[in-house]
């Protein structure tokens, strides 16, 4: 069934405190000679779409949206497209927020925004300005974008509207930023309401420390490192079943040093090796009490939650829960028949 939403960006007012959302469209079921209309007018409202002037394939596209806690991230794929957001529109429709624009895949993506034409790639991402008209020519793509209501960029930047236009850096904090803007929304349909509400307060974190950063602002340095710290725990969480998962692959995957890592983590009085092993056991701990896994020998969930050396994860497992893999895996099994 197709699912057409009341709107596809933030509304005036931030989404309730808590309260994040997860939808999903797809021009798949639309027929044909439709399917321009319905994404027009059903799905991405804020701008006037139309096929790729060299596009003789029916006009195709998928968009999934998480929006919550004062933002919203839109996963934006399909054929080449025309789209243009014209003055009077922007006058009309009342939007009223910046957007970071990431090109996760594009051969070449041409943008006209405040006067300023840009060709983007696979891999930048350019500040927007939804007051400022638009045209965007872009050829088979996908892309994904935060948007943040404007009062909350002035918190950093007084006039926002200076930075649109702008290509951002490709590492520091705005690599961080992309990092997790794409790992966010490739696992979002895996993910429960409470992930789906930390991931949208990392992401939010970590855009006004980048925008921070362009705007030649000092950036608060408790702001960075917390953000670091959200985005490092939520991809061991991810990652953690990976053997090969350790301090320095994850400060490889965030783009950061080992020392800058370390600090974050110190401010919770945490260290990230302890959070790995811990991150390693609750899968495992989990594996254990379900069901569905019965059939797994001891060492096998052992191998599958990162452990490589069985005698460690024993020693590690007892030492986190007080008592032994075997002896949980029974108290789940008797839990089990007296129910």
């Known amino acids: 069934m197709t699912h057409i939403p009341e709107r596809d960006g933030p509304s005036d007012a931030p989404p309730e405190v808590g309260a994040v959302s997860l939808t999903s469209f797809s021009t798949d079921s639309v027929p044909p000679a439709q399917r321009i209309d319905y994404w027009h007018s059903g799905v991405l409202r804020r701008l006037d779409t139309a096929p790729g002037r060299d596009e003789s394939a029916p006009f195709n596209a998928r968009l999934t949206r998480l929006a919550g806690r004062g933002a919203e991230l839109l996963d934006h794929s399909g054929s080449a497209q025309m789209m243009r957001r014209d003055a009077a529109r922007c006058r009309s429709d009342g939007r009223d927020d910046i957007s970071l624009n990431f090109s996760v895949t594009s051969s070449a993506t041409q943008m006209m925004h405040r006067a300023t ?163 390693r056991l609750a899968y495992a701990s989990r594996m254990l009490g379900a069901s569905r896994y019965n059939h797994l020998h001891i060492n096998e969930i052992a191998f599958r939650s990162g452990f490589s050396v069985h005698s460690t994860f024993d020693r590690m497992f007892k030492r986190a829960y007080g008592m032994k893999p075997g002896e949980m895996r029974q108290m789940s099994l008797e839990r089990g028949r007296t129910r």
């Open 117 to 279: 034409r840009l060709v983007l790639g696979s891999g930048d991402m350019m500040i927007h300005d939804s007051a400022v008209a638009t045209e965007i020519n872009r050829k088979k793509h996908r892309a994904i974008s935060l948007f943040i209501p404007r009062a909350r960029v002035k918190t950093i930047c007084p006039n926002p509207g200076l930075l649109a236009g702008r290509l951002m850096r490709h590492d520091g904090i705005a690599g961080i930023l992309r990092a997790h803007m794409q790992a966010t929304m490739d696992h979002a349909t895996h993910m429960q309401p409470q992930q789906h509400a930390l991931a949208m307060d990392i992401a939010m974190q970590l855009a006004l420390a980048a925008l921070s950063e362009e705007a030649a602002a000092p950036v608060d340095a408790a702001v960075l490192d917390e953000g670091l710290y959200q985005a490092a725990k939520a991809y061991i969480a991810q990652a953690c079943t990976n053997c090969g998962t350790n301090p320095l692959s994850v400060a490889l995957h965030l783009g950061v040093s080992r020392t800058g890592l370390y600090r974050a983590f110190a401010k919770h009085g945490e260290s990230v090796a302890a959070c790995i092993w811990l991150a």
